[in-house]
């Protein structure tokens, strides 16, 4: 698949920092909230951004790995129960996203449940998991390059319904450990400070799960770390690949990219080896507990909107951060300038 993401013109910068300048406050007064607005109108190219019909979508699938229970601390049904959750509105995402008027999309990427026919799941699923990357890899290369059509294919129609800013959150149980492998491929990081305690490891789980990820690596010790598909393939997951397709189409789009936590980053750190554009697009709303992801937005050289603590997933740091991204479109919208307000300005020296 190829992805054609303009890089962002500069053109609009000057003004855009002007009008921000303008408004009646001392210069910088709204701190991180000017860097948001700045950015998205840098995105959306415009003095007068909008946000219209904000969608997040929650992409959940299953790891082979995670039947074994030596990465997770919970069982992988738990995956398929949780989207049931969703689907009944009674998770946290779901509660976020109501209590600020965010779509939610849930989508079975690849969940090892067959759901039958049932209301509210959108149906992408590649396979009933991946494969336990232990013994080969995750994917084979037509369900990695299925998986990337499909989400894009997801945004592309989300778009098509009018939304201009999409968040990517997932659900899938030993999904931190694909995300540690990823990130240690790519950004060249031990794998030992990629790895988080995840849903809760106790200090002897941790060590588990670092012992099997370091057997996973030796398994794949021939990985082109150069080819973020070959990662993907071999040790993704369908949510994740899905996700990181759906992140660069919407840069293609012209889309706010709303990223979560730790998942949702590493689907943009393979999206963003792929075509380094998408970060231009990309708002990242929280600073996960999870250990690994410091460094990992250190990598990518970003700073996010807020630090809560969180480690859930599901979408649930854009949900919450979203009124906040709300408050930055809003300023730059609805704030008197000192002329318009006949507020007198700084005394130049
Ligand atoms: C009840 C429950 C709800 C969740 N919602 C998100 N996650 C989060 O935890 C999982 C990743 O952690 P690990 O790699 O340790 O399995 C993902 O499904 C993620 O979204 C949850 C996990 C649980 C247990
Ligand atoms: O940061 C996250 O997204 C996260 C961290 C731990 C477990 N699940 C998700």
Redesign the pocket.
């Known amino acids: 698949m190829k992805f054609n993401i303009k890089p962002i013109s500069s053109a609009l910068d000057t003004a855009i920092k002007s009008k921000i300048g303008s408004k009646t406050k001392p210069l910088g007064a709204l701190g991180k909230l000017e860097t948001i607005a700045f950015k998205i109108a840098r995105i959306q190219q415009t003095l007068i951004p909008q946000l219209q019909h904000p969608t997040i979508i929650v992409f959940a699938a299953d790891h082979g790995i ?1 039947k074994e229970g030596l ?4 069982p992988q049904e ?2 398929f129960q ?1 989207v049931m959750n969703f689907l009944s509105g009674g ?2 995402i779901n509660v976020f996203a109501n209590q600020n008027n965010i779509n939610l999309k849930i989508v079975d990427a690849g969940i090892n449940y067959d759901f039958g026919k049932i209301e509210g799941l959108i149906d992408t699923k590649i396979a009933m998991g991946t494969e336990n990357y232990l013994l080969t890899t995750a994917m084979r290369e037509q369900q990695c390059d299925k998986a990337l059509v499909k989400g894009a294919e997801l945004v592309q129609s989300i778009f098509d319904r009018g939304s201009n800013v999409v968040g990517f959150g ?8 694909s995300s540690a492998l990823l990130m240690s491929m790519i950004c060249n990081i031990s794998i030992v400070d990629c790895v988080g305690n ?2 809760g ?1 106790n200090s002897e789980q941790l060590e588990l799960k670092i012992k099997t990820l370091v057997q996973v690596l030796e398994k794949h010790s021939h990985v082109d770390t150069t080819n973020p598909l070959e990662l993907l393939q071999t040790f993704g997951g369908f949510e994740i690949a899905q996700m990181c397709s759906g992140m660069l189409k919407a840069a293609e789009l012209g889309m706010v990219i709303l990223v979560d936590g730790f ?1 949702s980053s590493a689907a943009i750190l393979v999206a963003q080896s792929i075509n380094k554009n998408v970060l231009d697009y990309a708002i990242f709303t929280h600073h996960s507990d999870e250990q690994g992801h410091t460094k990992m937005l250190e990598f990518m050289k970003v700073e996010p909107v807020m630090n809560l603590g969180m480690r ?3 979408g649930s740091g854009i949900a919450v951060s979203y009124p906040i991204i709300g408050a930055a479109v809003n300023f730059l919208n609805k704030m008197a300038s000192f002329e318009s307000a006949q507020v007198s300005n700084k005394v130049k020296p």
């Open positions: 995670a990465v997770n601390s919970y738990v995956t949780m998770a946290a997932e659900m899938g149980i030993g999904n931190t450990s995840g849903t490891a998942i859930l997933g599901e």
